[in-house]
């Protein structure tokens, strides 16, 4: 099953649903008050009790509506960097614990919604991610249960401001809207393994990075083990897993983003997410 995050125009309302071939159920008009969006229905219910509607008719076309970030306020987005070993070589990394950095939620935005790129940088860099959104509360949780906390996945476009990233990760990566998060939530009873994906990122359909999830330095597994001992995790808390190699920053020369550029995210199983920069 995938779930999305939309915004209807024409009644100026937002919902979350299922997504059909043709365009999404709406959920919060089935459910109620109670569960106005994805986050707020992770925290209060299960999502074995969406299997009664995962045939129902579709509400709204795609074009009726506007796809959000999967969730649009997360409590906590934990990201990885370095997490492929092709990024590590590029960056010349060699520390064995996961590297770890946040993003704040006014970062975020839907699938074929802009993708901001600040006036200030000439060096607007690209990172496609999966990210993992987690379903229940998760506490010291170890690596060998953690993938029972995970509601689904996502594709994200980690976007990186690389001329004000220096050590700090943080500050290269929460300019408004640079994070493309979506273009849904593929549940995680579809994914099966989170090991074994194949992950691509395309600049004007140019195919930038490659690479498969197997080949993450820590799995989704020990990073929810990582955090999840000194941060408890909520519904709705999502983590950034890590981008392959083929950064622009590290091309011969250069490769960055501009207004007008197109950069995907293609996850298997999950689907491609599309922004252009604004």
């Given at each position: 099953?995938?779930?999305?995050?939309?915004?209807?125009?024409?009644?100026?309302?937002?919902?979350?649903?299922?997504?059909?071939?043709?365009?999404?159920?709406?959920?919060?008009?089935?459910?109620?008050?109670?569960?106005?969006?994805?986050?707020?229905?992770?925290?209060?219910?299960?999502?074995?009790?969406?299997?009664?509607?995962?045939?129902?008719?579709?509400?709204?076309?795609?074009?009726?509506?506007?796809?959000?970030?999967?969730?649009?306020?997360?409590?906590?987005?934990?990201?990885?960097?370095?997490?492929?070993?092709?990024?590590?070589?590029?960056?010349?990394?060699?520390?064995?614990?996961?590297?770890?950095?946040?993003?704040?939620?006014?970062?975020?935005?839907?699938?074929?919604?802009?993708?901001?790129?600040?006036?200030?940088?000439?060096?607007?860099?690209?990172?496609?991610?999966?990210?993992?959104?987690?379903?229940?509360?998760?506490?010291?949780?170890?690596?060998?249960?953690?993938?029972?906390?995970?509601?689904?996945?996502?594709?994200?476009?980690d976007a990186t401001v690389r001329d004000m990233q220096f050590t700090w990760f943080t500050a290269g990566k929460n300019w408004p809207e640079t994070g493309g998060f979506g273009p849904w939530m593929t549940t995680a009873d579809a994914i099966g393994d989170p090991q074994q994906l194949e992950i691509r990122t395309f600049l004007n359909q140019r195919e930038v990075q490659h690479d498969n999830t197997r080949n993450m330095v820590h799995s989704v597994a020990a990073i929810i083990e990582y955090v999840s001992a000194f941060s408890p995790l909520a519904p709705g808390d999502v983590i950034i897993t890590g981008s392959p190699g083929g950064v622009g920053k590290k091309r011969l020369p250069p490769l960055f983003m501009f207004p007008g550029d197109v950069v995907e995210v293609e996850i298997e199983k999950i689907g491609r997410l599309r922004n252009v920069i604004g």
């Open positions: 099953m995938q779930l999305c995050s939309f915004y209807l125009p024409d009644q100026q309302r937002k919902s979350f649903g299922i997504v059909q071939s043709t365009g999404v159920t709406d959920l919060s008009q089935r459910l109620g008050g109670h569960c106005p969006d994805l986050k707020t229905f992770l925290q209060n219910s299960s999502l074995a009790d969406l299997a009664a509607f995962q045939d129902s008719a579709t509400d709204y076309p795609f074009s009726a509506i506007q796809l959000l970030p999967v969730i649009e306020n997360p409590g906590k987005i934990f990201c990885v960097g370095m997490n492929y070993g092709d990024k590590r070589k590029e960056f010349d990394q060699t520390s064995d614990a996961p590297t770890l950095f946040i993003r704040f939620a006014d970062s975020l935005t839907g699938h074929e919604s802009a993708l901001k790129k600040p006036v200030t940088t000439q060096e607007f860099d690209y990172e496609g991610e999966m990210a993992v959104i987690i379903g229940k509360a998760a506490h010291r949780v170890a690596a060998a249960d953690a993938l029972e906390y995970v509601a689904g996945y996502s594709c994200f476009m």
